[in-house]
């Protein structure tokens, strides 16, 4: 009779970080009515529908809390009436990995920028330290509001 030898653990597993995306798509829809005003500096609360319509698991977690590699979340920012992005932004996260054709509704608040104006609001998701979806050519949830 022959006699199985077991292999010894080696040490702690190794963490594995989620895979990076291969296709950058989404459906994006504020639930309810975007807001058209704020006031400067306002705290701004919107919740937003996020479908996965690709044939990828959009994973919730990253390597491990503090390495969020690879994680998938819903991010925004500012935009100003000339382009350029404002240090104000926001984000939600998934609360489980979002399997191919499921949605979700996610909340955040975002802080209005300080200075009166006319700004977009430009929401995509984001897989951590690889990309925003809307700079892989995904159509993004922009939101034109006037700072008052």
Do not use: C
């Not at 306002?42 to 690879?70: F, M, Q, T």
């Amino acid at each position: 009779m022959e006699i199985e030898e077991k292999a010894e653990p080696s040490g702690p597993e190794e963490a594995v970080s989620p895979p990076v995306l291969t296709s950058f798509v989404q459906e994006l829809a504020v639930v309810g009515e975007a807001p058209k005003r704020a006031s400067a500096g306002a705290a701004i609360p919107l919740e937003v529908s996020v479908k996965n319509p690709s044939g990828e698991v959009w994973s919730a977690k990253g390597v491990s809390e503090e390495d969020v590699r690879n994680r998938v979340r819903l991010g925004a920012y500012w935009l100003s009436a000339k382009g350029e992005e404002m240090p104000q932004s926001a984000d939600a996260l998934l609360a489980e990995d979002l399997k191919p054709g499921e949605s979700v509704k996610l909340a955040f608040e975002i802080k209005a920028p300080d200075a009166k104006g006319v700004y977009i609001l430009h929401v995509s998701m984001v897989q951590e330290a690889v990309a925003w979806f809307s700079a892989k050519g995904a159509k993004s949830l922009d939101i034109p509001m006037m700072i008052e």
